[in-house]
């Protein structure tokens, strides 16, 4: 079976689909964290696998970056390809200062600039939230992950759970428009939650959100590439055995 932007035999896809915004990461996840992964799409260099963990089956795909991007995908997904558990993994830039580089965040709505989900509401509001146990889940997995935080020391991440801000633009956000957001409870800036819970509420799926924070936009300092990519293994392995329990 095909559709516009995925070309994969039906049955392609676990039921329960990680996406990280990036295609190589989702490579990264099939050929060093799965077993048995083979490619199953690779449209436009959006490139999706299915494998194994810990014995379950699973899915990882790319879904590119913001809320238009993350809309063809995950409807397609859930819409063709019977995917019923869809887990957005990305980074995300801090706006709260009790958030640290490298901190994991279990979101738990998205606000948006994004118009697409008004849509669903008639042009009203729409609460961008994700799936209850999904969410639990993740919270669970992430707080017992070795990557969490030990009073002991050995410290590499504390686990987060709240609000963040979807945006359709990665720059220019003025420094109030961030004050804002801060000021009204949300935790970082990122660009696709808020689109994937928008499409999970009109396809029927469930659908979360778990973050690493990469950058902080309060004192403009980021993680390196190698600390991104020790951050992002361990937001994986997190959101791998939230998703095969
Ligand atoms: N804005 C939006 N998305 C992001 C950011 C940001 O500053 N950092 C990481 N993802």
């Given amino acids: 079976m095909s559709t516009p932007h995925i070309s994969a035999p039906d049955g392609a896809f676990a039921p329960s689909v990680l996406l990280p915004g990036d295609p190589l990461r989702a490579r990264w996840i099939a050929t060093e964290l799965l077993s048995d ?29 913001g809320v238009p991007s993350m809309n063809i995908y995950a409807t ?22 009790r958030v640290g580089l490298r901190d994991l965040i279990v979101v738990s709505g998205a606000s948006t600039d994004s118009s697409v989900n008004r849509r669903l509401v008639a042009g009203h509001d729409f609460a961008a939230t994700p799936d209850f146990a999904l969410t639990r889940a993740l919270v669970e997995r992430a707080e017992t992950s070795p990557a969490n935080a030990s009073p002991e020391g050995g410290s590499t991440s504390i686990t987060h759970v709240g609000r963040v801000f979807t945006s359709d633009t990665f720059y220019g956000q003025p420094a ?18 808020a689109g994937l819970f928008g499409v999970a509420a009109s396809e029927g799926v469930a659908a979360a959100a778990l973050l690493t924070v990469s950058d902080h936009l309060n004192g403009d300092t980021h993680l390196s590439a190698q600390e991104r990519q020790v951050g992002f293994s361990a937001m994986a392995e997190v959101a791998l055995d939230a998703v095969t329990v």
């Fill in 37 to 65: 992964a083979s490619e199953v799409t690779e449209v436009r260099g959006i490139l999706g696998y299915t494998g194994s963990w810990r014995g379950r089956r699973v899915s990882v795909m790319g879904t590119g970056m």
């Fill in 176 to 193: 109030s428009e961030l004050d804002l957001l801060r000021a009204s409870g949300h935790l970082a800036v990122e660009m696709e939650a």
């Fill in 76 to 97: 397609e997904l859930a819409r063709h390809y019977g995917v019923t558990r869809l887990v957005r993994i990305g980074s995300c830039g801090a706006i709260d200062d």
